[in-house]
């Protein structure tokens, strides 16, 4: 199938009049008199029989006819249902309603599962808001469940007598405040990472208000202040400019209701409620008799493709719009977005839009309904296109939604006493701390074997790095004073060379083969692209990117996108198999399980729905007819994509003219098939998907050799799981379970011993009865677990009850809590995946980690303890997330490198990894020039300085220049290793100008001794641009050498400075290298 190319048009604008369908409906009897029965408030007005679907409608009804009658009012919906209340808050978008959603705290019978931090903090701004009376035209509409009402909550005077609201220009005395916020509970840290944290750095304050969404940084001057900014928790750099911003100074007491925030105007609209609720001002019941309010479509469910490839039911659509235009009905059609829209358009007459009965509406709806009596029809995506039926994620417009990127933290900032590191020129040891010499200098202390210590300055902190293996035993410590440690770096070396020497010949094979050029974007690719529910995040942008590319290339593509799980691979694959297809080529999807094959099955014809392109399921849970029905077409062509197991790579399987293969989590097919794809899929483009994140550093060094897209930014919208750790506790698993049923979800519980997993089945069925439960295993037959599995995934169970076998791969929406007993016995990169396989949906997902009593004071609390900051979503994973990190590194380079990097670390292996790449493609080594400067006016360090200025001849007055990071502008320690470790790494000045400007945000301006520092390593950048690697000023002469040989710039003689004062003389030599 081809498509033409054509410039994509924009579609006419939506706006409306008045809100859809409002008009109608509050004439029209039946709701009229339940909407003046709901304002006046004396008795419940029942709103019956109305379809779910509707639930919206009916709010922004009372929202506007409350409006209309007591300005100032708020409606207060209730609903049970966690998911429901999310699926209103986007709906009411339709009726320019923004709603206030009041998240739930976690219901336990003794308290011990309590709320995540960030639900807290959004129900304290929930609260604020609520302190405060609306304003507008429109009633305000506050979302929560029917428990929340009466739930403890802080009272509106506490809240308000404990705000303050700082504003630019403010005249504020930073110690009071620091003060006044300790007085009041603020725990005073070098460093805020938690809501309830202040920190102090000389004239900026960093501190993470209760209630607050990002934390905040204050910059005075004197009592002024003078900038407010938000910054990120992980990085700790400044992301937005405010101009005011509310602190709660004290953790407000919970002395009250959330019903004490209801004034007497506001009116309870209960929703979804088995019983009508009398205590409400409004009920609404899906059942009931009488006047017809809000019923679903008479059209159904179409499936996904229906509309385009099904003639009758497209015939029955446009009946049933011709019958409500002939009873002159208003129809409203709801498109998520403007390509959506336009691809209807297509499919459509010109003649559809313009006879004033049916309006194009831009906003989520997820299913339509119909509100007979008012002669209203609302339809949906569902109706359309058969898709999008399961809720869109409410976006949390309340919270900061900053994109983050997931990295590696190997950083020194993050070293702790006992660590391993890696020093390039000794080898591995341990860190014991940093110390004072004699002469007052500050030293790295690390401990090799037999108990040798080194001192290594802390300017030369960029020769360490923190040791990275790949888990399991812990590496020898290296003996000072032997060949050992030279002689594993000269192997390491070796086999790297030889490594990286085999991945370019392949490169090169493939290069030299002839591939097919897909054409550029068709209008049917703007369409599609822009019809997608959802903002690609800048990996997935970068990714799609490359992989176009690659496909309009001439050579055959071998591209491996890799990302975490959940960072949206699949949507790339899902473009790239769309445009090959548009293109008038076959595509083939290859995945290693049957579930995973109907997951990928649903979603790609939910997303390809309005194109008549055909996609067929491969594995053996198809009849034999289908197989036989789905191979033909293969062969044929009339099959477009398919999607299947390692059956698709079946001796039988014959494609008429296959443009693209992708392969999903290459690293679990076997040997024997990943030949078997080399054989079939030798010439066509292959796009391998893995799940498991790569470091960036090893993405950077393999970039030469290895088509690579990372996928570093999680999806928006997304919620960090709240994780908490017990001991073994009946009442807490009870909770949990039951927790997540009554929000209508699934569990996980892990139990990683098949001997006693039928015993933990028959305790579980004691506990919570009414769930049922399923159970799988590794001693299972495939065929059973995977019966199992699907059970689970189809939702036909509540609980999974399993070991780790279960794959994580796997997208379950629905499960939302991982329950793991004996948490004890994994690792933290293990725990880290297992946890991982919840909070797929957007919710708030649970996962709760069991310890038995005995261990939960001990050291195995301790260690599990540090997953509970794992817990932001790409960036905060720090160790956990780097030891994940680099088990992908060892499944991509294999067993034998494995061992190199187990043998000098991660960080150098990389860094040998690059050299060797740039050595076999260009012939020499591209890496920065290591600049010895030396200055015999300058001190780089703060001993070396008050020695000089302790002296009694002071040269005059002109005295000696400070050039290093003083403890009162960095106070801990491992802060300044860090810094001075990324001075040294250093390689261009818009890199430094960039490192300047983060140090500025974070620490404030810097004093004399660190802006020195700073011009001192623009001197050493300058000079290594120019090849050179000496820099030497004495007695006014400038002595540069370039690889052992001095320079002369004239004459034969060295320059001099003409400059007296020492800044001046650092600047000026800063200029002179630069006009080299």
């Not at 308290?111 to 929930?126: F, S």
């Not at 939604?401 to 590191?421: W, Y």
């Amino acid at each position: 199938m081809r498509v033409s190319t054509k410039t994509p048009h924009t579609s006419p604008g939506d706006s409306l009049d008045s809100l859809p369908g409002i008009t109608e409906a509050r004439t029209s009897p039946p709701f009229s008199k339940r909407l003046e029965a709901f304002v006046r408030g004396q008795e419940p007005a029942a709103f019956s029989p109305v379809d779910t679907a509707a639930l919206s409608f009916i709010t922004s009804l009372c929202s506007d006819a409350l409006a209309s009658n007591k300005p100032g009012a708020r409606v207060w919906l209730t609903h049970p249902n966690p998911r429901v209340r999310d699926r209103i808050a986007v709906e009411l978008d339709l009726w320019n309603i923004r709603p206030l959603v009041l998240p739930d705290l976690p219901e336990s019978e003794d308290d011990q599962l309590t709320a995540p931090p960030e639900t807290i903090a959004e129900r304290l701004d929930v609260m604020n808001t609520l302190c405060s009376a609306p304003t507008g035209k429109k009633s305000q509409v506050v979302i929560l469940s029917p428990d929340s009402l009466d739930a403890a909550s802080p009272s509106p005077i506490t809240l308000q007598e404990s705000a303050q609201m700082i504003h630019l220009g403010d005249d504020l005395d930073p110690d009071l405040l620091e003060k006044k916020l300790i007085e009041n509970g603020y725990e005073r840290v070098t460093q805020v990472h938690a809501h309830g944290q202040v920190a102090r750095r000389g004239g900026i304050m960093d501190l993470f208000s209760w209630h607050a969404a990002a934390p905040l940084r204050m910059e005075f001057f004197d009592t002024e202040v003078e900038s407010l900014r938000e910054f990120d928790i992980d990085t700790q750099v400044s992301v937005r400019r405010v101009k005011q911003a509310e602190i709660t100074i004290a953790e407000p007491e919970q002395t009250a209701t959330v019903r004490d925030f209801m004034s007497k105007n506001d009116r309870w609209l209960a929703a979804g409620d088995d019983e009508p609720n009398s205590a409400a001002h409004g009920y609404v019941n899906q059942d009931g008799v009488g006047d017809s309010i809000c019923l679903g479509t008479p059209l159904g469910t179409f499936d996904a493709g229906d509309f385009i490839l099904n003639e009758a039911r497209r015939h029955r659509f446009f009946q049933q719009i011709a019958d409500w235009k002939s009873d002159q009905w208003k129809i409203f059609l709801t498109f998520a977005n403007k390509g959506e829209r336009e691809r209807f358009e297509e499919l459509v007459d010109q003649d559809f839009f313009k006879s004033g009965a049916i309006t194009p509406l831009s906003g989520d709806l997820v299913q339509g309904f119909t509100a007979p009596n008012a002669g209203l029809a609302f339809l949906s995506s569902a109706e359309l296109f058969g898709r999008y039926q399961t809720p869109q994620t409410r976006k949390r417009a309340s919270r900061v939604d900053h994109q983050r990127r997931a990295r590696a933290q190997t950083a020194l900032e993050d070293i702790s006493k006992g660590d391993l590191v890696v020093h390039t020129e000794y080898g591995v040891g341990r860190f014991q701390g940093i110390e004072r010499d004699e002469d007052g200098h500050e030293e790295i202390h690390i401990r090799y074997r037999d108990g040798a210590i080194l001192s290594v300055p802390l300017d030369h902190s960029h020769l360490l790095s923190k040791y990275v293996g790949l888990g399991g035993k812990e590496p020898d410590l290296s003996r000072l004073g032997t060949g050992a440690w030279q002689k594993a770096k000269n192997s390491a070396e070796k086999s790297i060379l030889d490594y990286a020497a085999k991945l370019l010949q392949m490169q090169a094979e493939r290069h030299t083969q002839p591939g097919y050029c897909h054409p550029p974007d068709s209008r049917w690719m703007w369409e599609f692209e822009n019809s997608f529910h959802h903002t690609i995040t800048p990996g997935q942008r970068d990714s799609i990117e490359d992989v176009k590319a690659d496909m309009e290339s001439a050579k055959p593509m071998d591209r491996l996108i890799c990302g975490d799980v959940g960072f949206g691979k699949t949507e790339v694959a899902i473009r790239a198999a769309f445009k090959a297809v548009t293109g008038g080529k076959q595509a083939a999807v290859l995945v290693p399980t049957t579930v995973l094959a109907e997951q990928h099955w649903r979603t790609f014809r939910e997303r390809m729905s309005d194109y008549p392109i055909r996609i067929e399921l491969l594995n053996r849970f198809r009849k034999a007819s289908e197989v036989k029905e789905t191979i033909k077409g293969l062969a044929d062509g009339s099959v477009d994509l398919v999607i299947g197991t390692h059956r698709l790579i079946s001796k039988d399987i014959k494609f008429k003219d296959l443009g693209i293969a992708i392969v999903d989590e290459e690293q679990r097919f076997g040997v024997k098939h990943k030949e078997r794809f080399k054989e079939m899929f030798r010439n066509i483009d292959v796009l391998t998907l893995s799940a498991t994140p790569i470091p960036r550093t090893l993405y950077l060094s393999l970039m030469g050799a290895r088509d690579m897209s990372t996928i570093d930014t999680p999806l928006p919208g997304k919620v960090p799981i709240n994780t908490s750790i017990h001991g073994y506790d009946k009442g807490i698993i009870r909770d949990a379970i039951r927790r997540e049923l009554k929000r209508g979800g699934q569990i996980f519980f892990l139990h990683n011993r098949v001997k006693s997993i039928d015993l933990v089945q028959s305790a579980l069925k004691k506990l919570v009865p009414e769930a049922s439960i399923v159970v799988g295993h590794g001693q299972m037959e495939k065929d059973e677990l995977e019966v199992v599995m699907r059970t689970f995934v189809q939702g036909k169970a509540d609980i999974l009850l399993a070991t780790t076998i279960i794959e994580s791969g796997i997208d379950i929406p629905n499960a939302n809590t991982i329950i793991i007993d004996r948490a004890d016995r994994f690792g933290l990169a293990d725990l880290y995946q297992l946890r991982g396989r919840v909070g797929r949906a957007g919710g708030q997902a649970y996962a709760i980690l069991l310890l038995p009593s005995d261990l939960i004071q001990g050291d195995a609390r301790k260690r599990i303890n540090a997953i509970q900051q794992y817990t932001a979503l790409g960036s905060g994973f720090k160790i956990a997330m780097r030891d994940l990190e680099i088990r992908g590194a060892g499944n991509l380079l294999g067993t034998k490198q494995s061992g190199h990097i187990a043998a000098v670390g991660f960080d150098l292996y990389c860094q040998l990894l690059r050299q060797s790449i740039d050595r076999l493609r260009d012939g020499k080594i591209t890496q920065r020039v290591d600049v010895t400067f030396k200055a015999d006016f300058i001190c780089f360090s703060e001993a070396e300085y008050l020695q000089a200025t302790s002296r009694e001849n002071k040269n005059d007055g002109i005295g000696n220049l400070p050039a290093y990071l003083p403890a009162d502008y960095m106070p801990e320690a491992r802060l300044r290793i860090s810094a001075y470790k990324e001075l040294a790494e250093l390689v261009t000045q818009k890199e430094l100008k960039s490192l300047q400007t983060r140090w500025i945000d974070r620490f404030g301006k810097p004093p004399e001794s660190t802006a020195n520092l700073l011009t001192a390593t623009a001197v050493k950048l300058a000079a290594a641009a120019a090849s050179i690697t000496s820099v030497e000023i004495r007695e006014q002469r400038l002595m540069l050498t370039r690889n052992g040989e001095y320079i002369f710039l004239s004459a034969k003689r060295f320059p001099r400075l003409k400059s007296i004062k020492p800044a001046d003389k650092l600047s000026e030599t800063l200029e002179m290298l630069r006009s080299i």
